[in-house]
Every structure is written in C-alpha cells, then in structure tokens.
C-alpha cells in the first residue's frame, strides 16, 4: 500500500485500523449513537471502510487511538495533537476525542497521507498527517 492509495468508491485514502481499536470504536459509537448519532455515523463509516489487521502486526506510523502525530492544515499551520478516547480529551494539551469530526478523521491515516474532512459548521477542510509516533500498549 502507497500513502497515497485511495479507495476509488469514496475518494478517500486507504485506511488501516487494528483490530483492538476497530472492537473498542465500534462498542463506542454504538454507546454514544443516541447522543451523538452524526458522530457515531461517521466513526462507523470510516470503520467500515478500513482494512482491519491484527494489532500486533499494525505498522508503527499509522494514527491510531493514542497516537501522536503532527498535521498540517489546509490552513498551513501545522499541530501536533494526540488522538484520545472522549473521556481523555483536552483541546489545550492537544488530546483531540475521537468523536470529533478531524478525530474521525484522522483514525487509520498514515504518514504522508491527506483527508478531506467537513467541520461541525459543514466547512470542508484538508489535512496531511507529516509524522506519527506511537507508544507500545498492551492489548489487556
């Protein structure tokens, strides 16, 4: 897979999600789904739409939940957040919640790779992930 391979049906980029993250995202978009039903939608689409592979052979530079990673905006500011589960959120650390639409986003991109998302007030944006660092976790 290149970083810039593309899934032809929706114009967006391959993604690859572990399988320890597709279980626990799935569990929550079903949990927040009467809440927060554009949200859960989204999260479940991008879900559906990844390649799903065993988490011990996920590759190092792909964002997933817990992830560090620098991007830069359409905007040509670059940022570095940390993509957390809702609970973990804090937009003044950098620790962005999944269940935001650059967090959904984000979630299976890998270094290199742009997205076009759409913002809670409908504007469309871009974004390119420059690097990803992630720290060894234990799946228990």
């Known amino acids: 897979m290149t970083t810039n391979e593309f899934n032809p049906r929706q114009n967006k980029p391959v993604i690859v999600v572990s399988d320890v993250d597709e279980a626990r995202l799935s569990g929550l978009a079903a949990t927040v789904a009467n809440r927060m039903p554009d949200l859960s939608d989204d999260l479940l689409t991008e ?39 809702p609970g973990d959120a804090d937009i003044a650390q950098g620790k962005i919640s999944i269940l935001t639409p650059i967090g959904t986003a984000l979630i299976g991109l890998s270094e290199g790779q742009s997205i076009d998302w759409a913002a809670r007030d409908g504007r469309r944006h871009r974004l390119t992930v420059i690097t990803v660092s992630n720290v060894v976790e234990t799946t228990t």
């Open 47 to 85: 879900l559906e739409r990844a390649r799903v592979i065993p988490h011990h052979l996920m590759p190092e530079k792909i964002v997933r939940m817990g992830s560090t990673l620098e991007y830069a905006a359409d905007d040509s500011q670059k940022r570095q957040v940390t993509l957390v589960y």
